[in-house]
């Protein structure tokens, strides 16, 4: 989750995405940290459909209904 934040601070959203996507490849299950990590970038960056979207994304994946 530090290199999902540093790239969001620098205003990378796309290099913190492939961080997950990196992740999930090499086995890895993105976490409740790397999401909020991604959330808290795209609230600051003023993008909200994006942290939306990843809001929606993770309840999605972490519902039980």
């Known amino acids: 989750s530090a290199a999902i934040k540093c790239y969001m601070r620098a205003g990378k959203s796309e290099d913190a995405l492939g961080m997950i996507e990196r992740a ?34 993770e309840i999605s994946r972490t519902s039980n209904f």
């Open 24 to 57: 999930r490849k090499a086995g890895v299950v993105p976490n409740e940290v790397m999401y909020g990590a991604l959330l808290s970038g795209f609230a600051q960056a003023g993008q909200l459909d994006s942290a939306e979207e990843v809001w929606n994304f």
